[in-house]
Structure formats: C-alpha cells, structure tokens
C-alpha cells in the first residue's frame, strides 16, 4: 500500500499531550497513532448509518447473588442468530462479567446490546462496535 505523506501544524502544548498520549499507549510514532485515530474516526462515522454491517462486543458486570444468569440466557436465546458467542467470567465470589459479540446491521447490534445493559441488576455495561472491514 502506497503512503502519502502531509504536514500538519498545531499547537505546541497540544503536541505535548499528544506525545505524552502516544507514549502512555505504547505508539511507535505519531504517524502511528494518527492513522490509528484517523481509522477510528472514520469507523465511527460508518457505524452512523443503521444500516451499516457491523460486529459488537457487549461487556456487562453484575452481582452474581441476584442470579441474573437465567434472565440473561433466556435474553441471548431471543437474539440467537445475531450473537455468535459469549464469555462468562467470575471476577469474584459476588461479580461476574459477561460479554456477548454480536453481528448484524449497527442499529440492530446497537439494540440487543441496549436490551442487556437495561437488564435490572446490570451494574455496567458498554458495547463496543466496529465494521467488519
């Protein structure tokens, strides 16, 4: 893949916070960390359209004592031809992560991650969703 080089110019604490940002990510370089940015971006603005392919990852931490298990199989059975996988992780004798990837159109993926975080007893949860390319 050809590069194409361009030059920017910006302010010198903002330069600052950058490099101090590329380091605390372990960047190579800015180029790096710009194009990883620049992906992002664009990625995003993709995921606008509903009707954008798109795979999600849902992680949702809960109290393992108020037996949310059922009520979370019986909500992933209803979705079971957009979610491809799930992890179970028992972070303590109270705690447990789940996380469920799913595939399907963003507003969709968007919805069924909407419905397990909305699950009562969920105490976090964050989708985090991406174009297939």
Do not use: W
């Amino acid at each position: 893949m050809a590069l194409k080089r361009f030059g920017i110019s910006i302010e010198e604490d903002l330069a600052a916070d950058f490099d101090r940002l590329i380091e605390e990510r372990g960047y190579e370089n800015r180029s790096e960390a710009i194009r990883d940015m620049m992906r992002s971006a664009l990625a995003e603005r993709k995921l606008a359209d509903p009707d954008m392919p798109s795979i999600g990852a849902v992680a949702i931490v809960f109290d393992h004592g108020r037996h949310l298990n059922h009520r979370l199989v019986h909500e992933e059975h209803r979705h079971i031809e957009e979610i491809i996988s799930t992890m179970h992780v028992h972070m303590s004798e109270e705690r447990c992560l789940e996380i469920i990837v799913i595939r399907g159109k963003a507003s969709r993926v968007k919805e069924i991650a909407d419905s397990f975080i909305g699950i009562r007893g969920v105490l976090y949860g964050e989708l985090i969703l991406q174009t297939p390319k």
